[in-house]
């Protein structure tokens, strides 16, 4: 079966550098998108960035752009997301998912296969 398994994340201070990662195994797609979402606590899941395994377009929401990085290692099946100039505010539990399909879009709901997620915690 499909599994996507995230790895990398941890505690750093203000302005610090975390690179996640995000194994996927079990599916045998043609066309698909990798995304990572985040939720922190006592909010809703957002999205943060996606990626079309094809061509390796990106998008970014907003409130990440010019600091965060998505890009992925077909052979290894692991997209990575490099974090740099972190904030509290980026302080939530990362997930990252797969969507049938060549759309970038962060529709949580448009995504079929989710991972555990692991903690990113911006604090000094």
């Known amino acids: 079966q499909v599994q996507l398994v995230e790895s990398g994340g941890g505690l750093v201070q203000p302005g610090g550098s975390l690179r996640l990662s995000c194994e996927a195994s079990?599916?045998?797609?043609?066309?698909?998108?990798i995304g990572w979402f985040r939720q922190a606590p006592g909010k809703e899941r957002e999205g943060v960035s996606c990626i079309r395994h094809t061509d390796g377009s990106t998008y970014y929401v907003d409130s990440v752009k010019g600091r965060f990085t998505i890009s992925r290692d077909n052979a290894k099946n692991t997209v990575y997301l490099q974090m740099n100039s972190l904030k509290p505010e980026d302080t939530a539990v990362y997930y990252c998912a797969i969507k049938r399909g060549l759309l970038l879009r962060l529709f949580s709901w448009e995504y079929d296969y989710w991972g555990q997620g692991t903690q990113v915690t911006v604090s000094s």
């Open positions: 079990g599916f045998t797609l043609e066309s698909y998108a």
